[in-house]
């Protein structure tokens, strides 16, 4: 693969990359005009598609950092976006163009002052993933094998004006009107941020080993400070697949069931008992070990949920409160979902949507035991997607409602539900994980 010398790091090197790849969009929507006259409206638009999809994420693997990040976190969107955006973007958990061998050594020496052959006993000069934010080499030292992730140059300093020029796309994209709308941009770039702090990643991942040492069938690497810093982390090498690689081929029914209860069990684990979780559920976060042990490797991204967000939320898991209108109404108005100034039309509107998507979405919580394979679950969440991406009502209204604790709260159940499938658990304890509550 290609490797890269240089990142565009100024804002105006990566506007005009930005604005490069812009045009090359451009010429595609020519060429899919053209193509409407000889071809099916259906051909011409997957075509169309399928070039746009490839050229923005030719442009954003070459920025890295935010512009990236925002594209892994779109292909987790499989409902929203065309399949085509979904397969390229999925590429920027862990394939894209790394950094060069003496791009790496030069990070080396303004962190440490030294060369990463002087630190470890070997360092791999060719990195063996390389994601949106960082790049992971394998190293030695003193008999141990080592993860090594370096952070990109200039990723840090490029999120808010990386945020700035992606802004538009995101509202058009999901129907977000000017009012009130920073809040949302602000919590996206609060966590970008903390996402570069590695020293902070470091905290946060001896935090929750610790916190989650008693839950079975899940491990996590341990730490090395005196080879890390606030752009570079040194951790073990763990062996096994990365996630989607299991999923790919795994063919035994008991060990998705293992590897899929240990996932589930982790994500209710830190939202019921420590009121903060992974906010980052995709493959390229967790890797699985031949005895089917589940490897959490990337804690970057922790969301931290407030107890005035978390009670209404899970109150509204419970199908009687669904059912209970004047309770539903008030947690909808709690959730910043309905507010004091929506005019009656307004109101009715928004709470036929959020019950039609609650109810839905909540259904594993209605059981004891649920299949996380059954297709039609899946397919509904599908079809109530489409359903709301074609509504007219919502493109004329300011859509954007909720409390900014919904983005990664949400992301983070869509982000699981989706993994629960591709693994093809299809026997999951939904309260298994009060097991191992703490008292």
């Keep these: 693969m290609k490797t890269l010398d240089k990142i565009p790091t100024s804002k105006i090197q990566r506007a005009s990359k930005l604005i490069s790849t812009g045009a090359k969009v451009g010429v595609n929507y020519l060429k899919y005009y053209g193509e409407k006259i000889t071809k099916s409206e259906e051909e011409a638009k997957e075509n169309l598609n399928s070039s746009n999809a490839a050229d923005i994420y030719d442009g954003l693997k070459e920025l890295k950092g935010s512009a990236l990040k925002v594209a892994q976190m779109l292909s987790m969107e499989k409902n929203i976006l065309p399949a085509a955006y979904v ?37 791999e000069p060719d990195s063996t993933n390389a994601a949106s934010i960082g790049q992971v080499h394998k190293a030695l030292k003193d008999g141990k094998e080592l993860a090594v992730k370096i952070q990109y140059p200039g990723v840090s300093d490029s999120i808010s004006s990386d945020l700035a020029m992606v802004k538009p796309i995101a509202m058009k994209m999901f129907n977000i009107k000017g009012k009130n709308s920073d809040q949302y941009f602000k919590e996206v770039e609060d966590k970008l941020l903390e996402e570069t702090d590695y020293i902070l990643e470091i905290n946060q991942s001896l935090e929750i080993r610790k916190s989650c040492e008693s839950l079975p069938n899940l491990v996590f690497p341990d730490y090395y400070p005196e080879y890390s810093n606030d752009r570079i982390i040194t951790m073990d090498w763990m062996h096994g697949k990365h ?55 990337d804690f970057g991204c922790m969301k931290a949920i407030p107890e005035d967000f978390y009670i209404p939320y899970f109150e509204l898991a419970l199908r009687e409160n669904l059912e209970n209108k004047d309770f539903f109404d008030q947690k909808l108005l709690d959730l910043e979902i309905i507010r004091p100034d929506d005019s009656l039309e307004e109101k009715e509107f928004f709470t036929q949507i959020f019950y039609e998507l609650l109810y839905l979405f909540t259904t594993p919580f209605q059981q004891e035991n649920f299949d996380f394979s059954d297709g039609k679950f899946f397919e509904a969440i599908a079809d109530l997607g489409q359903k709301y991406a074609k509504n007219t009502q919502i493109k004329g209204r300011n859509a954007n409602r909720g409390s900014r604790h919904f983005i990664y709260m949400n992301r983070t159940f869509f982000g699981l539900y989706n993994l629960m499938h591709d693994i093809q658990a299809n026997h999951i304890v939904i309260n298994n994980y009060k097991n191992f509550a703490k008292n």
Aim: charged content about 20%; aromatic content about 14%; glycine content about 4%.
């Design 243 to 297: 996630l989607s690689t299991f999923c790919a081929e795994n063919k035994d029914p008991k060990l998705a069931n293992q590897v899929g209860q240990a996932l589930w069990d982790f994500y209710m684990f830190q939202i019921h008992q420590l009121r903060k979780v992974h906010a980052d559920p995709h493959p390229g976060n967790f890797l699985v070990s031949k005895e089917g042990t589940l490897i959490a490797i």
């Design 87 to 123: 397969e390229k973007f999925s590429l920027s958990q862990f394939q894209v163009p790394p950094l060069s061998a003496p791009l790496v050594a030069k990070i080396f020496k303004t962190y440490f002052g030294k060369k990463p052959s002087e630190l470890f006993d070997h360092f």
